[in-house]
């Protein structure tokens, strides 16, 4: 890699989960990087995080200095703090990827998963919007099937796992688990309004009048911006389930006319970023202990829709912390600097 090719790189939130994600693909990807600084909150101010075999301290960051000289802000430290800090970044120079919800529904930023829509960074005026984990692992494989026949609903029930929500959530569920072995008494859930060890939540975010969830809504409106589809009926409910990693999602999608389920089949199969696990038969399907660690959005279960003509059932998985959050935000990145975009 020549040297003029390398890019000078800021991770913004580099101790969350999704943060710590962002270092190990960007390692594993062998992305090329003059320089790297790794910017978290005052409490994780000074720790040590390993990367490429060097020792790299946390900082704070310090206004525009702390942007200066930085090709890509890789952000992933919640909305409030993207609200703030991603225009600063922009206007010292940097692209930003954000992972947050701050910016994912703003005309003017693209939402971009790249095997989708790459082609709305060209309208990029230096934020770009990484999607909700459920949202991207479903335009994936709703992308490949709109090229089949058009798509006129979806229907998904999400099955997401507690390192959606933080590192936090991720010990609150094991340290749930571990009291329930024990037979000790579980410490109170303070993540979750209720215990999630041996649960299942139908609440992620807050409601909504109408009795729909943030990340119900999210789901809806981030489908139809990243497929060009304001017309497209969505109708998801999500669940948190006690699962560590990988987010499930039973998906019914009708079409405008019949497609069959082995064409369906066929043509995901054929995706570079789609793995199909569909065998069921012999208990072969997507489960996320299996898809954990990996970057594809795996799909199985898929069947005609028993009870409507045009339609069809399938399950897909993906872990959310990769393909779901960091693994596509460096997709971005990489896919700017394919086609030169600044």
């Known amino acids: ?73 890789l952000f992933s430290a919640g909305g409030v703090t993207s609200r703030e800090l991603a225009p600063i970044a922009r206007n010292a120079g940097a692209i930003v990827i954000d992972n947050s919800n701050a910016w994912r529904m703003d005309p003017d930023v693209p939402l971009v998963v790249p095997e989708v829509n790459s082609q709305h960074l060209l309208k990029h005026s230096g934020i770009i919007a990484n999607p909700n984990c459920s949202t991207i692992q479903l335009v994936v494989v709703l992308n490949v099937l709109e090229s089949l026949a058009p798509i006129r609903r979806v229907v998904v029930s999400t099955y997401q796992s507690v390192s959606g929500t933080g590192l936090d959530a991720i010990d609150e569920l094991q340290n749930q688990i571990k009291a329930a072995i024990e037979g000790s008494e579980a410490p109170a859930p303070r993540v979750y309004p209720h215990p999630i060890a041996f649960n299942l939540l139908p609440e992620i975010d807050v409601f909504d009048d109408e009795g729909n969830s943030m990340e119900e809504m999210k789901m809806v409106r981030e489908t139809r911006k990243i ?116």
């Open 1 to 73: 890699m020549t040297e003029d090719l390398k890019k000078r790189v800021a991770v913004v939130g580099a101790t969350g989960a999704v943060g710590r994600v962002m270092l190990q693909v960007l390692e594993e990807r062998d992305f090329p990087i003059e320089s790297i600084r790794l910017f978290a909150s005052a409490r994780s101010a000074g720790k040590e995080i390993c990367f490429r075999g060097q020792m790299l301290k946390v900082e704070t960051i310090d206004g525009s200095r702390s942007f200066e000289n930085v090709d890509f802000a």
């Open 227 to 342: 497929m060009d589809r304001p017309d497209l009926m969505v109708s998801a409910t999500c669940v948190r389930v006690p699962v560590r990693v990988g987010h499930g999602e039973s998906v019914n999608v009708e079409f405008e006319r019949a497609v069959d389920a082995v064409a369906a089949r066929e043509a995901l199969a054929a995706h570079p970023s789609i793995i199909v696990e569909d065998d069921p038969r012999n208990h072969v399907y997507p489960l996320p202990t299996r898809t954990q660690g990996l970057d594809p959005v795996f799909v199985g279960r898929i069947r005609k829709d028993v009870s409507h003509a045009k339609g069809l059932n399938m399950w897909i998985v993906a872990d959310n912390l990769r393909k779901g959050a960091a693994t596509n935000a460096i997709q971005i990145a990489e896919k700017l600097m394919e086609v030169n975009i600044r």
